[in-house]
């Protein structure tokens, strides 16, 4: 607990765990909803809102979170435009973003030697003021979840039946989307943008495919979030590596470990089962067997 003694490994896994949680219930719902690659799209945009801020000499945090939040609401009209091919508003704006993204960084030479920091992410280089925007953003993607939980789970899972029983359809979804560039925005000093999709779908892919229940997803979805990341960082702190690196290689052991004893235990059901099945068919002509001898 060495590292604990820290302020900026304090402030590591305080933003680290937040955001997890936060992440962790979004990709839940991205992945229901077909659109887990749109965490990879506004990370891009938010990259464009980063570098148009470092140009312009203002505060790229906060510009690298407004242009999330637009990109989101543009993505969102975009779609509707799209209906039959929803994906491809999602290569649109991550075209206009990452293309905007890397004619900025060629205007501003100084940027491109902190490159790395966004697109890796650097997690125990969170200052104080981006964790208090993480802060805010939880409190906000906690009172959205709340507030619209059975509006939101019914979209997620048909749209169309959503809309024929009155639910603002419309007003959700762009609502849900403005809250996902902002989860974005406030994940990318995590793990960074080539990296952010898997803080939000890796626990989410594990979560549906060993939970029970839709609730039971979003807390598997959490815990998991939560140990990568905390796990991560400790293993970072231990090897010296980068943190969102790190934090990526762990979650995706989560998967293929879960995956894979999720296999094992069906397997082994299985066989349970068949020999069951077997004893069962054994056991009738045994007993007639039996019958048949104390008659002799």
Do not use: W
């Not at 839940?28 to 980063?50: F, I, K, N």
């Not at 690196?245 to 082994?268: D, M, R």
């Amino acid at each position: 607990m060495e590292m604990l003694h820290y302020d900026f490994m304090q402030r590591a896994f305080c933003a680290g765990g937040i955001v997890a949680l936060l992440a962790s219930v979004l990709g839940v719902y991205l992945m229901l909803r077909r659109q887990a690659l749109m965490a990879d799209m506004l990370s891009h945009v938010s990259l464009a809102g980063v570098a148009g801020g470092a140009y312009l000499h203002i505060n790229p945090t906060l510009t690298g979170f407004l242009v999330a939040i637009v990109g989101a609401i543009v993505v969102e009209y975009v779609r509707r435009s799209y209906k039959t091919y929803s994906e491809v508003s999602i290569a649109i704006i991550m075209v206009g973003g990452l293309s905007s993204a890397v004619v900025l960084m060629a205007l501003n030479q100084s940027l491109n030697k902190n490159l790395s920091s966004y697109l890796f992410g650097s997690v125990v280089a969170v200052n104080e003021t981006e964790l208090r925007l993480i802060v805010l953003v939880a409190l906000l993607g906690a009172l959205f979840f709340f507030l619209f939980r059975r509006p939101l789970y019914q979209i997620s899972f048909d749209e169309e039946t959503a809309k024929t029983s009155g639910l603002p359809v419309k007003r959700v979804s762009l609502l849900f989307s403005v809250l996902t560039g902002m989860i974005v925005a406030a994940a990318m000093p995590i793990v960074g943008v080539l990296l952010i999709s898997s803080l939000i779908v890796l626990p989410a892919a594990l979560a549906i495919r060993i939970a029970p229940s839709f609730t039971a997803a979003l807390f598997i979805a959490m815990g998991i979030g939560l140990s990568g990341v905390f796990t991560g960082l400790s293993a970072s702190y231990q090897l010296s590596t980068p943190p969102g690196g790190t934090i990526a290689l762990v979650l995706l052991a989560f998967l293929v470990s879960g995956i894979g004893i999720k296999k094992l235990i069906q397997q082994a059901g299985k066989s349970r089962s068949r020999s069951s099945e077997a004893e069962r068919a054994i056991t009738p002509n045994f007993t007639r067997f039996s019958k048949d001898s104390s008659m002799h």
